[in-house]
């Protein structure tokens, strides 16, 4: 299968290439900068002159779109999120089309969200994303083109050259180092809040998985859930850093403090589980091993 792929580069797409290429795809990959990688054809440019290279996504058996600029600067979601894939659609001409996009479209809610869950769109990125998951769903199975398979993952967990790229496995690990003190608004905040999680090689075989299904719709994938509390008393475990709680009213952070988010996001699976056999392998204490083995062996300058 010969796939054309964006955000090759970025920290989610370090872990899903490496994936399809072991499963036996030709990958095109679409680069904003100067870039080499390792078993794909690669293609400078950027969404915003996607029409500059329409006929090499034509020829692709599939698009998997993971590029995405993170803003919540409202112009560059428009012009480069929104526009952009606007334009790989319809450049689009045959075989399916893998759409990352992201379970905080749901906001910051306190249950189990399956994919009907309500929509609360705090930001400008999370209206790029469910911009796009709009486009798709329009366009799909017409002039050719297989379903759209629209993929809510839980927060990334990815270890790779950029795993402090805006990552929140990268941000409480900087904050644990920092001996910062978590600030939650009651024991039973502490308790529970937290997210669903997956690793990033576990996300590279979900794309897998949906790439060799005919499916369309939206997903929602995760690997597992955590407390926040849990994932800060791992890292102070496995990287012997010190890092406590507090617990009081007023979460506002003071000096040395750190709120996270005051939410408990965990996703139901079912649905892609059902439809694919899909299983994670990659656990929260893998992933934080992981993680810290690859802080002390090449830490950030």
């Known amino acids: 299968m010969q796939l054309f792929v964006t955000g090759a580069t970025g920290s989610v797409g370090q872990t899903v290439v490496p994936q399809l290429l072991a499963g036996g795809c030709a990958v095109t990959a679409l680069v904003r900068g100067p870039a080499a990688i390792d078993g794909c054809r690669v293609i400078e ?3 915003q002159e996607i029409d500059r290279v329409a006929g090499e996504i034509a020829a692709c058996d599939a698009i998997v779109h993971l590029g995405c600029t993170r803003s919540l600067d409202s112009t560059e979601v428009l012009q480069q999120d929104i526009a952009g894939t606007a334009g790989l659609i319809d450049a689009w001409r045959k075989g399916p089309f893998i759409y990352a996009s992201s379970s905080t479209v749901h906001g910051y809610p306190l249950g189990i969200l399956n994919e009907r869950a309500g929509i609360d769109l705090w930001n400008w990125y999370d209206r790029g994303k469910y911009a796009n998951e709009l486009q798709l769903r329009l366009a799909e199975r017409s002039n050719g083109r297989d379903g759209a398979v629209i993929l809510r993952p839980a927060l990334i967990f990815a270890v790779n050259g950029r795993r402090h ?19 939650f608004a009651s024991d039973e905040a502490l308790a529970t809040y937290g997210c669903a999680f997956i690793g990033g090689t576990d996300f590279g075989r979900v794309v897998d998985a949906a ?23 791992m890292f102070n475990r496995v990287a012997g850093t010190k890092s406590e709680f507090v617990v009081r009213a007023d979460t506002r952070p003071k000096s040395g ?25 990659e656990t929260l204490g893998e992933l934080v091993e992981a993680f810290v083995r690859a802080e ?5 300058a």
């Open 45 to 47: 440019g950027s969404l």
């Open 257 to 281: 403090e750190y709120r996270l988010a005051q939410s408990r996001t965990e996703l139901d699976t079912t649905a892609f589980a059902n439809a694919t056999g899909f299983m994670p392998k």
């Open 211 to 233: 790439l060799t299904r005919d499916l369309s719709g939206i997903y929602n994938v995760a690997g597992g859930f955590c407390t926040w509390r849990e994932l800060i008393e």
């Open 296 to 300: 002390h062996s090449s830490p950030r």
């Open 165 to 183: 790229d805006r990552q929140m496995l990268g941000e409480i690990f900087v904050q644990c180092q920092l001996g910062s003190r978590f600030v």
